[in-house]
């Protein structure tokens, strides 16, 4: 068999991506990203997950490769494991992301729905003027929300095999926060009855089109998370200067 051959079935046996997937369906038991994190702190150094699965990984290699020269297996060994540190850090940086932007996106949200209640009882006359300032300000906040549902999703396809990286507080927090901003703007659309067609048109604010508004936003999302995983493995792998200047960008 060849080596190429031999490496292919390291793929098939235990891939990074699988052996991550493996280890999200037993962290899902912990609820959330804080849950999980007090436990862990209570493990053995053999549960951390930045010892387990190098661990796991190596060993599927080894034992696929046995018999090869030593050199090869070296460089397939050095991959697997980067590769797996570096999906664990995403899942992290996911995580982390997801719980960041919940409490931020919160005063923003309320507020704007205090706004939304008194725009109820705005005259007529004046009511343009203040639900264009009221979409002004939601506008880039959903796009947000939107985004970062979008970049998660986009990030399990690409990264996870179609499997959501977030524990399931913070996964229904994402869903909670995108299904409130479809609440938030369907109230705002129901306040423009009052305007004449053109400008409830030139007014409108759905869903579509906050996520059309965030699409760039969640490109941008899904490749810093991407950019501070990659950059955090080279760092844990001892390469501090590739990790500067991967991150250099978003300084």
Do not use: H, I, N, V
């Given at each position: 068999m060849t080596l190429e051959r031999r490496v292919a079935k390291v793929e098939l046996t235990l891939t990074p991506a699988q052996a991550v997937v493996l280890w999200l369906e037993?962290?899902?038991q912990h609820g959330s990203l804080r849950a999980y994190v007090h436990w862990l702190k209570e493990q053995p150094n053999s549960a951390d997950p930045l010892v387990r699965l190098?661990?796991?990984v190596r060993q599927a290699v080894q034992?696929?490769?046995?018999?090869?020269?030593k050199q090869h297996v070296a460089v397939a060994i050095e991959r697997a494991e980067r590769d797996v540190i570096f999906l664990y850090k995403l899942f992290m940086a996911v995580n982390a992301r997801v719980l960041e932007a919940r409490k931020?996106?919160?005063l923003g949200y309320l507020w704007l729905l205090e706004r939304l209640r008194r725009l109820g009882d705005t005259p007529p006359a004046q009511l343009r003027k203040e639900a264009a300032s009221w979409r002004e300000h939601a506008l880039p906040r959903a796009g947000e929300a939107y985004a970062l549902a979008g970049a998660v999703e986009g990030l399990a396809e690409r990264y996870f095999g179609g499997h959501t990286p977030l524990l399931p507080d913070e996964a229904e927090g994402?869903?909670?926060?995108t299904q409130g901003w479809d609440a938030l703007l369907a109230m705002y659309t129901?306040?423009?009855w009052k305007l004449p067609a053109?400008?409830?048109h030139a007014l409108a604010l759905t869903p579509e089109i906050a996520r059309r508004g965030g699409a760039a936003l969640a490109a941008h999302d899904s490749m810093s998370l991407v950019v501070l995983?990659?950059?955090?493995t080279l760092q844990l792998l001892g390469d501090y200067k590739g990790a500067a200047l991967l991150v250099e960008p978003y300084l």
């Open positions: 037993e962290t899902l190098p661990r796991q034992d696929a490769l046995k018999g090869y020269p931020a996106d919160a994402l869903a909670q926060a129901d306040q423009l053109k400008q409830q995983a990659k950059a955090e």
